[in-house]
């Protein structure tokens, strides 16, 4: 496990970790299904363009509370599926004249470019709603058995909303005073046995993609696609559901109707969501246009930046996204790894042998900003108190490192430095970058190099700056490149 002894970090057992439960609307403290193994399912994005940088809200503070628990020594099975079959990616497909597929493939690999840049990490399992249809015909089939849904005369599939007596529950709505929820329902309400009854399956129109089923060649409703891809690889009963606040309602309502039905069990014990990113203090999202991409962002700055930006406030607490916000976390992540950067140097002149009797005193005082870390991260992630637990570290290692101190000490407080940091999956090492004027020397030599039809060296310096993240364009005026 990570630097047991540098860190000072507690085994498991020795503390209490509370998280926010949307479900029971309390702090609880966490206690997994299994005994040092936690089940972890998060709601991925539907994919039919860039992600914007709400939807990296979800992205790195569920990836954080992953990390933590990895750190506390839990064996973390995280789920994150990738919505690759919707109306706005078909809509999208239609616009380019190309399948719907090549779309979905497009933009899911995008997605994995700009979670690498977060320093996200990839999921244990990222599953495929396309890839999961037989499981979906299962639960649907289930569910019909069962009376808890029903097939229309046109061949879609109901859920039959009234027949789950603690629909509801999670969204504390009251389901006289529903409305049904508007993201699924693409199909005319007529057939409906009730307006709250939401879509399981339903019918292809012309040119959609569709797949053959008992009520129809269609497709699936997006709530079955998350209750059977957790099933699948989680299991009936999984420890931590997650998403953002939009979809306690009616996404997760429905699917806890969905699953509790079909399986009998319990779906999640815990239900965590984090609250919006805004923009002018309105959600930040496609339909409002009011969004940066991840990758706008990325043309500015590192997107550890972006990281830190949204880890310094509670994940539960809306964020207003502002230049002045990136521009504090910008420095404030310097601070951190200038810090770090210094003990690397001076532990590389640094004398060998063991900690003298006065370092490690020093170093057991050093124990506090651990466990304030701890502290804030067991009280339900509060991830900017924990910042502010680095930040004192980071006082703390600038006063008391220096060239005098043997390079076992300097090395425990790097460790102890950059342990926390990989918590919150916050990179301590700069980054060589190339520099412009270094760009501009090699694009020159590519000129030079295909006038004289060595078109190998042309696209051997192409493929260079292309893995250095410098992106070349050919134009009539000549090459213009940037960093992508
Ligand atoms: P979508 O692609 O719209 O299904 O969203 C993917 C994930 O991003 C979901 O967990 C949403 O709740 C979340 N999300 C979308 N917009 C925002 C936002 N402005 N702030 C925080 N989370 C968001
Ligand atoms: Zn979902």
């Known amino acids: 496990m990570l630097q047991t002894l540098t860190s000072g970090r507690k085994e498991r057992g020795d503390f209490i970790m509370k998280l926010y439960n949307t479900l029971t609307k309390k702090k609880e403290e966490f206690v997994p299904l299994e005994d040092g193994k936690v089940s972890m399912y998060v709601c991925g994005p539907t994919v039919y363009n860039l992600i914007h940088i709400g939807n990296a809200r979800p992205m790195i503070v569920f990836d954080t509370v992953r990390r933590y628990l990895e750190y506390k020594g839990y064996d973390v099975n995280y789920v994150s599926n990738f919505t690759d079959v919707d109306d706005k990616i078909i809509a999208k497909a239609q616009e380019e004249g190309i399948p719907a597929e090549e779309v979905a493939k497009r933009y899911i690999a995008e997605c994995k470019k700009d979670m690498e840049g977060m320093n996200v990490r990839p999921a244990t399992t990222h599953p495929l709603a396309t890839e999961e249809i037989p499981g979906m015909l299962d639960m649907i089939g289930t569910l019909i058995e069962k009376g808890s849904a029903y097939v229309a005369e046109d061949g879609t599939v109901y859920y039959r909303t009234r027949s789950f007596p603690e629909y509801g529950k999670l969204s504390g709505k009251n389901i006289d005073d529903l409305e049904a929820g508007h993201r699924d329902i693409q199909v005319t309400g007529d057939l409906k046995e009730d307006p709250l009854d939401f879509v399981l399956w339903k019918p292809k129109k012309e040119g959609e993609p569709y797949w ?83 990758r706008d962002i990325s043309e500015k700055y590192d997107l550890q930046v972006l990281r830190f930006f949204m880890l310094s406030a509670h994940y539960r607490s809306p964020l207003n996204f502002s230049a002045d916000l990136m521009e504090a976390a910008k420095s404030g992540l310097e601070r951190i790894v200038t810090a770090a950067e210094n003990l690397r140097h001076l532990k590389q002149h640094a004398k060998d042998g063991e900690m003298t009797k006065e370092e490690n005193a020093l170093f057991a005082e050093s124990d506090q900003y651990v466990e304030k870390f701890e502290a804030s991260m067991d009280d339900d992630f509060n991830t900017a108190d924990a910042i502010a637990a680095i930040f004192e570290l980071v006082k703390f290692c600038n006063t008391h490192a220096s060239a005098e101190h043997t390079k076992a000490f300097l090395e425990a407080l790097l460790s102890r430095l950059t342990t926390l940091c990989d918590v919150l999956g916050i990179i301590t090492e700069r980054e060589e970058e190339i520099l412009d004027a270094d760009i501009e020397a090699l694009i020159a030599e590519r000129q030079a190099a295909r006038k004289e039809k060595n078109f190998a060296r042309a696209d051997e310096i192409r493929d260079e700056l292309a893995a250095k993240g410098i992106q070349l364009k050919d134009t009539r005026e000549g090459v213009t490149w940037k960093r992508v």
């Open 212 to 294: 053959e089923s008992p009520w129809s060649d269609g497709r699936p409703g997006w709530h079955i696609e998350c209750s059977v891809m957790a099933k699948k690889y989680l299991g009936d009963e999984i420890d931590i559901h997650a998403g953002g606040e939009d979809l306690i309602f009616p996404h997760h309502e429905n699917e806890i109707a969905q699953s509790e039905a079909a399986n009998d069990e319990t779906f999640a014990k815990y239900w965590m969501h984090n609250a919006f990113l805004n923009i002018n203090n309105k959600k930040m999202s496609k339909s409002e246009g009011n969004f940066f991409t991840v």
